[in-house]
């Protein structure tokens, strides 16, 4: 087993700027780890469920990865930009119901923020997006001015809906399965339906404003997204990733053939360094908050930004 890694990514000693932009109905929300003005500027964005701007989630992800590879960009030069989504958070005045959002709102904060760090003085910004966060950044990216470039973290290459599909099969016991392809053949057409006719404990996930939002994402192919990019890409993509496969990382790559393709070796989903096959400690390291992320993960993204500078 690996053991327990003390944080010992830059720790920063930089002071965290609070910021905030508006939003529909409130400001958004975020901090700004910045360690030189004229330097590259990214901003993080996060991924699915309610993930805060660390990367924590109420649900058992613990150990603030986002804010752990922004110290440890920070200590290369690279400032990055960790926000709040909508509706969470810090962001929780921005919208009433943070469920009731699609990929397009997020798209118009993520350039928002750009905004922002272009009043202070970015010539050009990279948008960083992890798991889901990816497929906002390639959406975010379409037709737009402004951005340095991409870096997709743990990213799919696969529609939503398929890579929820995938992950719930691995998970629930195949006499579930035919309830949840019926669901899912529902929002695949456009369409809403009751979370009554799925198990019990899916209730929550398949809300009927979340459903809305998976309505809005499905028909987002990143693949297609990412071929019409024209912009420095470097896709990261963990090997024990137990929620997006390795194959993702490479169906992005066959779409954008220049980009670069990182692979790395005993890294999670969380970014956390673990050992080959061992699905017990992998999914522990979650919420395993000593645990730091794989130094490798910063050295390899600032690495790439800074040889495009």
């Not at 929550?204 to 024209?230: H, K």
Request: one cysteine or more.
């Amino acid at each position: 087993m690996i053991s327990t890694i003390l944080l010992s990514l830059a720790a920063s000693t930089l002071d965290p700027i609070e910021v905030t932009i508006p939003g529909p109905e409130g400001d958004l929300a975020g901090t700004l780890v910045q360690p030189d003005e004229d330097g590259p500027a990214m901003i993080l964005i996060p991924g699915s469920g309610p993930t805060d701007r660390n990367g924590d989630n109420p649900m058992g992800v613990k150990g603030k990865m986002y804010r752990q590879l922004a110290d440890g960009l920070a200590a290369q030069g690279i400032s990055t930009l960790l926000i709040d989504k909508r509706g969470m958070f810090g962001s929780a005045d921005a919208v009433p119901n943070a469920n009731a959002v699609t990929f397009g709102d997020y798209v118009t904060d993520v350039r928002g923020w750009m905004g922002l760090l272009e009043e202070r003085g970015a010539e050009c910004v990279w948008l960083a997006g992890h798991s889901e966060g990816s497929t906002v950044a390639l959406l975010a990216a379409q037709d737009a001015t402004g951005i340095c470039g991409l870096v997709l973290i743990s990213g799919a290459g696969s529609a939503i809906l398929d890579i929820m599909r995938g992950q719930l099969a691995r998970q629930l016991p195949p006499a579930m399965l035919e309830s949840i392809d019926t669901a899912f053949a529902e929002l695949k057409a456009g369409r809403t339906f009751d979370p009554e006719i799925l198990p019990g404990p899916l209730h929550a996930m398949f809300g009927e404003d979340l459903q809305r939002f998976m309505i809005s994402g499905y028909t987002l192919d990143p693949v297609g997204l990412l071929s019409n990019v024209d912009l420095p890409v470097i896709i990261v993509q963990g090997e024990e990733d137990l929620q997006v496969a390795v194959s993702e990382a490479e169906k992005l790559h066959a779409a954008a053939p220049e980009s670069t393709l990182v692979l790395l070796d005993r890294v999670n989903h969380a970014l956390k360094p673990v050992e080959p096959g061992e699905m017990a400690a992998n999914v522990a390291s979650y919420g395993d908050e000593g645990l730091a992320i794989d130094p490798r993960v910063a050295e390899m993204i600032a690495g790439y930004i800074n040889a495009e500078r």
